[in-house]
């Protein structure tokens, strides 16, 4: 016999949160082929915006609508190769101004790919990622590093 009244277990904050985790405006997740076009059209765009030299276009283009989604690994994956593609690119004086004409939210963003990135030291240069690591910190402060590490949306 139960004294309980409510089922606690169904407030459970791991289990409300995975269902509203990744809903978007339109009430549905994104799935994963579509998420994965979108990724491999906006690849085309940012590697057209490199070869033109326009590198902070092509930033802000590499990380603006993630694939967030519980089963978008590829398209999470596709979407870290360009982002990385585009920090490696960019020259070293130059990284202060971009990240000042960023968003509050695309500096988080970059922060997520910056860290995405270092949890991936075989496939991705740590010297760079540290250099935007230092230049996006000072710009956006430690909220932003607040901000990315208690966000449940992984990129």
């Given at each position: 016999?139960?004294?309980?009244?409510?089922?606690?277990?169904?407030?459970?904050?791991?289990?409300?949160?995975?269902?509203?985790?990744?809903?978007?405006?339109?009430?549905l997740e994104l799935e994963p082929d579509v998420a994965l076009k979108n990724?491999?059209?906006?690849?085309?765009?940012?590697?057209?915006?490199?070869?033109?030299?326009?590198?902070?276009?092509?930033?802000?283009?590499?990380?603006?609508?993630?694939?967030?989604?519980?089963?978008?690994?590829?398209?999470?994956?596709?979407?870290?190769?360009?982002?990385?593609?585009?920090?490696?690119?960019?020259?070293?004086?130059?990284?202060?101004?971009?990240?000042?004409?960023?968003?509050l939210e695309q500096q988080d963003v970059l922060m997520k790919y910056i860290?995405?990135?270092?949890?991936?030291?075989?496939?991705?240069?740590?010297?760079?990622?540290?250099?935007?690591?230092?230049?996006?910190?000072?710009?956006?402060?430690?909220?932003?590093?607040?901000?990315?590490?208690?966000?449940?949306?992984?990129?």
């Amino acid at each position: 016999m139960s004294y309980r009244s409510t089922d606690v277990d169904i407030l459970d904050e791991d289990q409300l949160f995975q269902k509203d985790l990744f809903t978007f405006a339109g009430g549905l997740e994104l799935e994963p082929d579509v998420a994965l076009k979108n990724v491999q059209a906006k690849g085309v765009d940012v590697r057209n915006f490199l070869t033109r030299g326009n590198t902070e276009k092509a930033l802000t283009t590499a990380i603006e609508n993630p694939p967030y989604g519980s089963n978008t690994t590829d398209a999470k994956d596709q979407n870290t190769k360009i982002v990385m593609e585009v920090l490696n690119s960019i020259k070293a004086t130059d990284i202060p101004s971009i990240v000042k004409n960023l968003t509050l939210e695309q500096q988080d963003v970059l922060m997520k790919y910056i860290y995405r990135g270092m949890a991936s030291p075989e496939l991705y240069n740590s010297a760079v990622l540290l250099n935007w690591h230092e230049k996006l910190t000072e710009v956006a402060g430690v909220g932003c590093i607040v901000r990315v590490t208690t966000d449940r949306r992984t990129v």
